[in-house]
Nanobody, 121 residues
Framework: QVQVVEYGGGLVQSGGSLRLSCVASGSVFRIYDMSWYRQAPRKERELVAT???????TYADSVKGRFTISGDSAKNSVYLQMNRVKPDDTAVYYC???????????????WGRGTQVTVSS
């Protein structure tokens, strides 16, 4: 099985920066896509950024130009650099890997438990 853990959440002032990290461990044969989602109180979970195995990236309009997703395939890790944060960025941030644990198993989505990011005004 694949285990996913996020790191790096916390309290940051508006306009500041924060870097989130996420690691997939356990039986990881291949990672196809890596994504960050977030869920604010009383809102649905939304996609923040995605990086494909080929390295292409997509971002939610609300974070374009401020957030950057990057990955390290050798470390089974994905990162989210958050710059010029706003109070609206306050949410629980979740990491997601679309991966397969071995060569014979169909890829599936694996989620972490999330890390809280709070932006103070």
């Amino acid at each position: 099985q694949v285990q996913v853990v996020e790191y790096g959440g916390g309290l940051v002032q508006s306009g500041g920066s924060l870097r989130l990290s996420c690691v997939a461990s356990g039986s990881v044969f291949r990672i196809y896509d890596m994504s960050w989602y977030r869920q604010a109180p009383r809102k649905e979970r939304e996609l923040v950024a995605t990086m494909t195995g080929a390295g292409s990236t997509t971002y939610a309009d609300s974070v374009k130009g401020r957030f950057t997703i990057s990955g390290d395939s050798a470390k089974n890790s994905v990162y989210l650099q958050m710059n010029r944060v706003k109070p609206d960025d306050t949410a629980v941030y979740y990491c997601n890997f679309y991966a397969s644990p071995d060569a014979r198993t169909t890829p599936a989505y694996y989620w972490g438990r999330g890390t809280q990011v709070t932006v103070s005004s």
